[in-house]
C-alpha cells in the first residue's frame, strides 16, 4: 500500500522544475479549484457505473496529486505516512456532506492565496495547514462514502502519470502536449497495471 511521502516523491517526478515558486503556489491552488469542481459533477448525479467509478477515482487521484504538490511547495506534511491507509480516519459521520466541506475548504485556501500572491497580503500558514488537513480528511472521506480506498486513487494516479510522461528511473518531468496526452491516457486504459487497479478498485464495491 502506497504511503503519503512515497505518493508525495512519485508527484515530484511529474513537476516541471521550471516554474517559479509563486507560478507553481498559483498553479496547484487552481488545480485543486478544477479538480474539486470535476468532484463535484460526478457525485452530482452519481451512479455505481463501472465508467463513473473510474471517472470518480480518476479525479479524486488528480486532486490529491494537486493537494500534494501544494503541501510540499508550502512545506506542509501530514501528521502521518499512513493518511492514504483506509483505517487512518475513523471519525465518518455520514450526516457530514464532504463533498460541500470539500469545495468549502478548498474556495477558503484559494481565497488565501489570492491575497498571499495577488495582493501580498501576510498569511497565516496555520490558518492554512488546518485547511490542507482538513481538505485531505474530506478527500478520505469523501472516497470512503464511495467506496473507494485512497490510497487506489493515489496509485491508479501515479501509474497514469508515470504513463503518461513515459518515466522511468532517470527521466523526470518533460512536456507533453494536449493531443498526445489524451492519447497516452488512452493507451494507459489497455495496459495490465490500469486492469489490475481497476479489478482491485471495483471489487470494494
Given at each position: 500500500?502506497?504511503?503519503?511521502?512515497?505518493?508525495?516523491?512519485?508527484?515530484?517526478?511529474?513537476?516541471?522544475?521550471?516554474?517559479?515558486?509563486?507560478?507553481?503556489?498559483?498553479?496547484?491552488?487552481?488545480?485543486?479549484?478544477?479538480?474539486?469542481?470535476?468532484?463535484?459533477?460526478?457525485?452530482?448525479?452519481?451512479?455505481?457505473?463501472?465508467?463513473?467509478?473510474?471517472?470518480?477515482?480518476?479525479?479524486?487521484?488528480?486532486?490529491?496529486w494537486?493537494?500534494?504538490?501544494?503541501?510540499?511547495?508550502?512545506?506542509?506534511?501530514?501528521?502521518?505516512?499512513?493518511?492514504?491507509?483506509?483505517?487512518?480516519?475513523?471519525?465518518?459521520?455520514?450526516?457530514?456532506?464532504?463533498?460541500?466541506?470539500?469545495?468549502?475548504?478548498?474556495?477558503?485556501?484559494?481565497?488565501?492565496?489570492?491575497?498571499?500572491?495577488?495582493?501580498?497580503?501576510?498569511i497565516?500558514?496555520?490558518?492554512?495547514?488546518?485547511?490542507?488537513?482538513?481538505?485531505?480528511?474530506?478527500?478520505?472521506?469523501?472516497?470512503?462514502?464511495?467506496?473507494?480506498?485512497l490510497?487506489?486513487?493515489a496509485?491508479?494516479?501515479?501509474?497514469?502519470?508515470?504513463?503518461?510522461?513515459?518515466?522511468?528511473?532517470?527521466?523526470?518531468?518533460?512536456?507533453?502536449?494536449?493531443v498526445?496526452?489524451?492519447?497516452?491516457?488512452?493507451?494507459?486504459?489497455?495496459?495490465?497495471?490500469?486492469?489490475?487497479?481497476?479489478?482491485?478498485?471495483?471489487?470494494?464495491?
Open positions: 500500500m502506497i504511503s503519503y511521502r512515497e505518493f508525495e516523491l512519485q508527484c515530484l517526478r511529474t513537476k516541471d522544475q521550471n516554474l517559479s515558486k509563486h507560478d507553481c503556489i498559483l498553479n496547484w491552488t487552481l488545480g485543486l479549484v478544477g479538480e474539486v469542481n470535476e468532484i463535484f459533477e460526478i457525485v452530482l448525479n452519481f451512479e455505481y457505473k463501472e465508467n463513473i467509478i473510474m471517472n470518480l477515482v480518476k479525479e479524486i487521484g488528480d486532486t490529491l494537486y493537494l500534494t504538490m501544494f503541501n510540499y511547495e508550502l512545506g506542509f506534511a501530514p501528521e502521518s505516512e499512513q493518511v492514504l491507509n483506509p483505517n487512518y480516519y475513523n471519525d465518518y459521520n455520514f450526516r457530514i456532506n464532504y463533498m460541500a466541506s470539500l469545495q468549502i475548504n478548498v474556495g477558503k485556501i484559494a481565497e488565501l492565496i489570492k491575497h498571499y500572491t495577488m495582493h501580498r497580503e501576510n497565516n500558514f496555520l490558518d492554512l495547514l488546518n485547511l490542507t488537513k482538513e481538505t485531505l480528511e474530506n478527500l478520505f472521506y469523501l472516497s470512503k462514502q464511495y467506496r473507494i480506498p490510497h487506489l486513487c496509485e491508479l494516479n501515479v501509474q497514469k502519470l508515470n504513463h503518461r510522461f513515459s518515466l522511468n528511473n532517470e527521466v523526470s518531468f518533460k512536456e507533453v502536449n494536449q498526445d496526452r489524451r492519447l497516452k491516457d488512452n493507451d494507459f486504459k489497455e495496459t495490465k497495471i490500469y486492469k489490475d487497479l481497476k479489478t482491485k478498485i471495483l471489487k470494494t464495491k
